[in-house]
């Protein structure tokens, strides 16, 4: 998908040139964000795009489909136009997707981790390194040993699943160390076994629970286990909110978190944390 400085502001009031395009890059498009993007259009008819665009964010306030429609529209603007195109209010968290955590409670969770007592739990270290990288719980509890390559930063192959597609992360400077202590744990004459999972069934929905229910530990080791807008989710949502806040375009945010749709992108990116 082209950048929004490589599109002219017709683009972003063309709704099937608009959609014809997000599909052409392999991922769908719904029909409602076509409606939304025709809405759009006829704002601008009437108004300049910038009118439009402003007009149809405030209409949207309250619509997380349509939140998603104009973080789409904001990344096909001509021009930065920060002020013009205001990052949009995001869906509330719900319990099944938890906000993304802020930097200071990752913070809290990694400081939490460095002071990991292994009795609690051997895997949940390396569990809560791979979730801050997109990993799902469902691909935590199925990774083995040999997904794993290391050469300076450690690199994780993720298999993906049912709604999420597989792909490669690298983990960071902190990241790396742990999965690191955990390789150096395991016997490594059968690189198949489950790297992060220790029980009989690694593909069970056991299984995925357990390493939710690890992450929920490390979010209450680190003080934060009674906010209720966040939840083992929020860790690897964490991981497209900063790419969205580093400027990353809407399809790398997508590929990052192995989503199978554009539709799905905004589900990834919530309200920001109380001040």
Not at 59 to 78: E, G, I, K, N, Q
Not at 111 to 138: C, F, K, M
Not at 226 to 246: G, H, K, M, Y
Request: charge should be negative; include cysteine.
């Amino acid at each position: 998908m082209s950048t929004r400085n490589e599109l002219c502001a017709p683009d972003l009031i063309n709704p099937a040139a608009t959609v014809a395009m997000l599909n052409s890059t392999g991922l769908s498009v719904g029909g409602g964000v076509a409606e939304l993007l025709t809405e759009l259009a006829e704002l601008a008819a009437a108004n300049s795009p910038d009118v439009a665009a402003q007009q149809f964010l405030a209409a949207c306030h309250d619509d997380p489909v349509a939140r998603w429609c104009s973080f789409v529209a904001a990344h096909l603007y001509d021009g930065d136009a920060p002020d013009t195109l205001p990052r949009p209010l995001w869906t509330i968290p719900t319990a099944a997707r938890g906000r993304p955590l802020t930097a200071l409670e990752q913070s809290l969770c990694r400081l939490a981790i460095n002071r990991w007592d292994s009795r609690n739990s051997a895997v949940a270290p390396g569990q809560y390194a791979l979730a801050e990288a997109s990993a799902t719980s469902g691909e935590l509890v199925r990774l083995p040993i040999d997904s794993v390559t290391v050469a300076g930063l450690a690199t994780v192959q993720l298999p993906g699943g049912r709604d999420q597609l597989p792909r490669r992360v690298i983990l960071d400077h902190w990241g790396t160390p742990v999965i690191l202590r955990r390789l150096e744990a395991l016997p490594m004459a059968d690189t198949t076994r489950p790297l992060l999972y220790e029980g009989a069934a690694p593909g069970t929905n056991k299984a995925q629970a357990s390493a939710s229910g690890n992450l929920s530990r490390v979010l209450r080791v680190a003080g934060l286990g009674d906010d209720p807008t966040l939840n083992p989710t929020s860790v690897r949502n964490a991981c497209a909110d900063r790419l969205f806040e580093a400027g990353a375009r809407l399809e790398d945010i997508a590929a990052a978190m192995g989503a199978k749709s554009l539709d799905r992108v905004w589900r990834f990116v919530t309200t920001p944390a109380p001040s």
